[in-house]
Structure formats: structure tokens, C-alpha cells
């Protein structure tokens, strides 16, 4: 097969995991100048809004709400912690557990972070319900996948 005859499936632009993945770096990108506001990165902000919802999560809990392992986000704990935004405490029940709670500083940094869902519908140009719709059919996606998984 000559160079220039490709088989379609296999073109960049025709690939969803392109589109999903392209549009990931682009949104953290634009996330970035909003968090850096705030002392946060991407990664730490997600921790931060898991604490948000609910404060004194474990970390293994922090970890699979963020569908990552606990080893890749203990440097994060520990970065949020000595900026005085979260504070890491063995459980006195099991010492190989470690539980998460917001400082005053942390809970007071919501309400800093709370215009940033609005900054990217803005930019998005689409309306809240197209984005919630959006949405909607991603987690879908995200548990197909995660149940076609082995």
C-alpha cells in the first residue's frame, strides 16, 4: 500500500480519542491562568473541590472519586497541606489510613474558586444546558468504558 492510501479509521481527525483528549489539554490550559489566581494547579483543585463537597475523606476515597491511584496524589496532599489548605491525619482506627480535612484557609478558598464554573461556560459559547448535556453523555461514555474494561 502506497503511503498516501490510509485506511480512514486510523486518521487523527476522525478519532474520538483525539477530540476527548485534545479538548482536555485545552481545558487545562485555560483552567491554568484562573487556578494559579488561587495557588492551585489542576490537579490540586480537584482534590480541593472533593474536600469541598465533603470534608474528612480518606485519601483512598479522594483517589478513586478521581479515578487515579493514591501514590500519584499523596505529593498533592502533601503540597496542599504546607500551603496551609488541607491538614492530613492518620485515623486512629487503622494507621494505614489517612484522612483529609480543609483548613479555615481551605474553606475560605471556595468561595474564591466558585466563579470559575462560570468562566468556562462563558468561553465555551454554549449554553449551560448543551454543556450539562455534554456532560451527561461523557459519564455515560466514561462507565461504558469502565465496564468494558478487563
Not at 4 to 20: G, H, K, M, P, R
Given at each position: 500500500?502506497?503511503?498516501?492510501?490510509?485506511?480512514?479509521?486510523?486518521?487523527?481527525?476522525?478519532?474520538?480519542?483525539?477530540?476527548?483528549?485534545?479538548?482536555?489539554?485545552?481545558?487545562?490550559?485555560?483552567?491554568?491562568?484562573?487556578?494559579?489566581?488561587?495557588?492551585?494547579?489542576?490537579?490540586?483543585?480537584?482534590?480541593?473541590?472533593?474536600?469541598?463537597?465533603?470534608?474528612?475523606?480518606?485519601?483512598?476515597?479522594?483517589?478513586?472519586?478521581?479515578?487515579?491511584?493514591?501514590?500519584?496524589?499523596?505529593?498533592?496532599?502533601?503540597?496542599?497541606?504546607?500551603?496551609?489548605?488541607?491538614?492530613?491525619?492518620?485515623?486512629?482506627?487503622?494507621?494505614?489510613?489517612?484522612?483529609?480535612?480543609?483548613?479555615?484557609?481551605g474553606r475560605e478558598l471556595r468561595e474564591r474558586a466558585e466563579e470559575i464554573p462560570d468562566c468556562v461556560v462563558m468561553a465555551s459559547g454554549a449554553s449551560f444546558d448543551d454543556l450539562n448535556s455534554?456532560?451527561?453523555?461523557?459519564?455515560?461514555?466514561?462507565?461504558?468504558?469502565?465496564?468494558?474494561?478487563?
Open positions: 500500500m502506497a503511503q498516501n492510501d490510509t485506511c480512514s479509521t486510523l486518521q487523527l481527525d476522525d478519532q474520538l480519542c483525539f477530540a476527548l483528549y485534545s479538548t482536555s489539554l485545552l481545558m487545562t490550559k485555560f483552567y491554568k491562568p484562573l487556578l494559579q489566581a488561587l495557588g492551585l494547579t489542576y490537579p490540586q483543585y480537584l482534590v480541593m473541590m472533593t474536600l469541598w463537597e465533603e470534608d474528612g475523606l480518606t485519601a483512598g476515597t479522594i483517589s478513586r472519586r478521581l479515578m487515579t491511584d493514591t501514590g500519584s496524589l499523596t505529593p498533592i496532599f502533601k503540597r496542599l497541606q504546607a500551603d496551609g489548605l488541607l491538614k492530613r491525619v492518620r485515623s486512629t482506627t487503622d494507621e494505614r489510613v489517612v484522612e483529609l480535612f480543609l483548613t479555615g484557609a455534554l456532560k451527561a453523555r461523557l459519564e455515560t461514555l466514561r462507565a461504558r468504558l469502565q465496564e468494558a474494561m478487563p
